[in-house]
């Protein structure tokens, strides 16, 4: 067991440090967008109003801080940490685990958040991405079908992943029943969904890590 801030990192053997590694730009990447979203105001920034227009910055606030801090999460048998557990194998208690068996049989699952708990589980597909921070040229893609796709590999780096997971963690709100995953999904749609959509979040925060990222052209085609 490793610890990073108050997260248990449990199970992740090799992996252990580039996860802490992930949570602290995490973090670093939240106060950035906790004092954007400060000096801006109620009229909010312009990245603020793409992803979350119409949704008061006290929520979006609340929740990045609650990542932030790792606060203790309650449940129903008392308040724990938050937990991030690699799909490793050789532990028996994990290789006997429905999280497991989710991980080998949901084809592209790269992790999930355990409904109820304070876990994030973390499947073989995204220890070995080698996709590990947003960078501009995850921005345009082609899904398996042909068609083009805008920010679902920005959706899909270790970082990616993991924030959206930690935001599915700290909201504790059933998320939308299909989730917006591509970025122009995730810009329409109303506040009170994108409030509780994981990826409305991401791309929230991955565009504050590369300035602007993907989103150039879709201010430009807005004038
Ligand atoms: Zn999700």
């Known amino acids: 067991m490793m610890a990073s801030g108050n997260y248990r990192i449990v199970y992740c053997g090799q992996h252990s440090h580039q996860i802490a590694q992930l949570l602290q730009s995490i973090w670093l990447t939240i106060q950035e967008a906790l004092e954007s979203i400060?000096?801006?105001?109620?009229?909010?920034?312009?990245?603020?109003?793409?992803?979350?227009?119409?949704?008061?910055?006290?929520?979006?606030?609340?929740?990045?801080?609650?990542?932030?801090?790792?606060?203790?999460?309650?449940?129903?048998d008392g308040a724990h940490n938050p937990t991030i557990v690699c799909d490793n194998p050789s532990v028996p208690s994990v290789l006997s685990s429905d999280v497991h068996a989710e991980c080998a049989t949901v084809r592209g699952l790269m992790a999930l958040w355990v409904k109820e708990s304070t876990t994030v589980f973390l499947c073989p597909k995204y220890l070995l991405t080698t996709r590990l921070e947003p960078a501009s040229q995850h921005c345009v893609g082609y899904l398996p079908s042909g068609r083009y796709s805008m920010g679902i590999m920005l959706g899909e780096t270790q970082w990616s992943v993991l924030f959206h997971e930690l935001v599915h963690l700290y909201l504790r709100v059933p998320s939308l029943e299909e989730e917006a995953r591509g970025i122009f999904a995730a810009v329409d749609l109303p506040p009170s969904q994108a409030a509780v959509n994981p990826s409305s979040y991401v791309f929230f925060l991955a565009s504050m890590l590369a300035p602007h990222l993907c989103l150039w052209f879709f201010w430009e085609s807005e004038d």
Do not use: H, M, Q, W
């Open 38 to 76: 400060d000096s801006a105001g109620p009229a909010g920034t312009p990245l603020y109003n793409t992803f979350f227009r119409g949704v008061d910055p006290t929520t979006v606030k609340a929740v990045l801080e609650r990542i932030a801090i790792g606060a203790s999460i309650p449940t129903s």
